[in-house]
């Protein structure tokens, strides 16, 4: 029987560089009263294309992770680096897109709203910045709402718009703090859909925060399971396997209770496991 040898061994397949790398990141609230610390030495990679998902409990500091990654708090410790360069701050290359429904400037149409931020990047003119809002627009299927200003639109498609308007920035990263979370069932499970049709058709890379675990199975191909206050990372779990057919099938119902015990049982084996 051939011998391995060490010089086999030491052998290493090329392995991809990652576009974000948080290493052992702690973060932190500091009040005069006191110091909350939000997350423990939380470390994960995600590599151009993916779709990495945050999921945890209420109050494990998925926010405050993809509020640190898009540069407005920095860690106590450890280091977040996009492309090897550190997170100093906001800008251009991680747009966030959130929950909330107001988000969008409400004295503009829905095509200045796509527009503004590509012009005030000072990367566009004002023809050539609509011309991009209007494909973008067109994309997330709202081209016939284009002159509509947000008030008039449903939260779907406000969401629509905010996620139009962070891809047409082509940022290295897309951060989304649970976007889907404050629309009805329905409207939740199609934005998913349609999130998952952009992805194929424009490969961005995505960190997404959620508390759903069906959420995370669905949008992800890479999930990191966050322990309750302060977050620490319990597992990181390959999804790429699932997809809308899957739900109600009894693998993914597997893979769903798999997930919820490693979120609420203390100990639960195979912590690092995949679903
Ligand atoms: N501005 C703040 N000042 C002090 N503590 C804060 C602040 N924001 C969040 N925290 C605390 O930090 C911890 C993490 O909060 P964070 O919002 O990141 O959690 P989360 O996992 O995103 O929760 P949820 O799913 O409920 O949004 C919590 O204990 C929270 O109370």
């Known amino acids: 029987?051939?011998?391995?040898?060490?010089?086999?061994?030491?052998?290493?397949a090329p392995v991809a560089s990652p576009l974000l790398r948080v290493e052992n990141v702690g973060l932190e609230y500091r009040t005069t009263e006191r110091t909350v610390r939000a997350t423990h030495r939380v470390s994960f990679d995600v590599f151009e294309a993916d779709r990495f998902v945050l999921l945890g409990a209420s109050g494990c500091g998925k926010s405050t992770l993809l509020k640190a990654v898009a540069g407005f708090i920095p860690p106590v410790e450890g280091s977040i680096r996009i492309d090897g360069q550190?997170?100093?701050?906001?800008?251009?290359?991680?747009?966030v897109v959130f929950q909330e429904f107001d988000q969008l400037p409400p004295w503009k149409t829905v095509r200045e709203n796509v527009a503004f931020p590509l012009r005030a990047s000072g990367r566009f003119?004002?023809?050539?910045?609509?011309?991009?809002?209007?494909?973008?627009?067109?994309?997330?299927?709202?081209?016939?709402?284009?002159?509509?200003?947000?008030?008039?639109?449903?939260?779907?498609?406000?969401?629509?718009v905010a996620i139009a308007r962070a891809l047409a920035m082509q940022p290295r990263v897309l951060l989304m703090d649970e976007p889907?979370?404050?629309l009805d069932a329905l409207t939740r499970?199609?934005?998913?859909?349609?999130?998952?049709?952009?992805?194929?058709?424009?490969?961005?890379?995505?960190?997404?925060?959620?508390?759903?675990?069906?959420?995370?199975?669905?949008?992800?191909?890479?999930?990191?399971?966050?322990t309750p206050h302060p977050g620490r990372m319990r597992?990181?779990?390959?999804?790429?396997?699932?997809?809308a057919s899957s739900e109600g099938s009894a693998a993914f119902q597997a893979a769903a209770s798999r997930i919820h015990r490693l979120l609420f049982e203390n100990d639960a084996p195979g912590a690092e496991g995949t679903a």
């Open 1 to 12: 029987m051939p011998s391995g040898g060490d010089d086999q061994r030491h052998v290493a």
């Open 86 to 95: 550190t997170v100093a701050g906001p800008g251009p290359d991680r747009i």
């Open 125 to 160: 003119g004002r023809r050539q910045a609509a011309e991009r809002a209007d494909r973008y627009i067109e994309k997330v299927g709202l081209s016939r709402f284009a002159d509509s200003y947000p008030h008039t639109l449903s939260g779907g498609m406000k969401q629509r």
């Open 180 to 182: 889907f979370a404050a």
């Open 189 to 226: 499970r199609r934005m998913q859909e349609e999130l998952l049709e952009l992805w194929a058709e424009t490969r961005f890379t995505l960190l997404f925060v959620t508390h759903s675990i069906e959420e995370a199975l669905l949008v992800g191909n890479r999930v990191g399971v966050l």
């Open 235 to 243: 597992a990181e779990i390959n999804t790429h396997e699932w997809d």
